[in-house]
């Protein structure tokens, strides 16, 4: 399963914790700066993968972020137009943390025929088309309770004083639901 790797240098560190875990997924990742990615059509058999965040200039779209098969969102800035229809996922939990989840699920979005489906939360549609990962909490598709977009799913992190413990939540932005765990 050849995976081109496209990211912004800013990105670095972010696509090499990327890179090691779509390996660890089955993925032969090739990493590719922009701008000084490969030039052409990528080869039919390869899938682009693009992380994206607040690092690219969305007006001078090039071949890499227009051909990416999977976008990945490293923040909450929205893909351009070009790329807003394509199934995706979003890294919720913070910069330069991939689950090894969150990297077969990029390696679902982009071989579907070739990896089974992987178990998801909330209820995952032909419309769905933003999945967060949320580290220990899982992936997310959508709100259990309400159906909401996984969109509108933020991650937290708190201190319960009472047991003296540290704790990692995912709130609903829409209807308050919540699940958590230690750290």
């Known amino acids: 399963m050849r995976t081109r790797l496209s990211y912004q240098r800013q990105d670095e560190r972010v696509a090499f914790a990327l890179a090691d875990a779509l390996g660890r997924a089955g993925a032969d990742v090739v990493l590719d700066v922009w701008p000084t990615a490969a030039d052409g059509a990528p080869d039919p058999e390869t899938v682009v993968v693009l992380l994206w965040s607040a690092a690219w200039d969305p007006t001078p779209m090039g071949p890499a972020p227009l051909g990416a098969h999977v976008p990945v969102r490293l923040d909450d800035t929205p893909l351009p137009p070009a790329l807003a229809g394509l199934r995706h996922l979003r890294l919720a939990q913070g910069w330069g943390r991939v689950s090894d989840e969150a990297a077969a699920m990029i390696v679902r979005l982009g071989f579907p025929a070739l990896v089974p489906a992987l178990p998801v939360r909330g209820t995952p549609t ?18 259990p309770r309400c159906g909401g977009s996984s969109e509108r799913l933020r991650p937290y992190v708190t201190v319960d004083h009472h047991y003296g413990r540290a704790l990692r939540l995912v709130i609903c932005g829409a209807c308050n639901w919540q699940d958590g765990c230690e750290l």
Do not use: M
């Open 126 to 143: 032909e419309n769905t088309l933003a999945i967060s990962d949320f580290g220990p909490l899982g992936l997310f598709a959508s709100c």
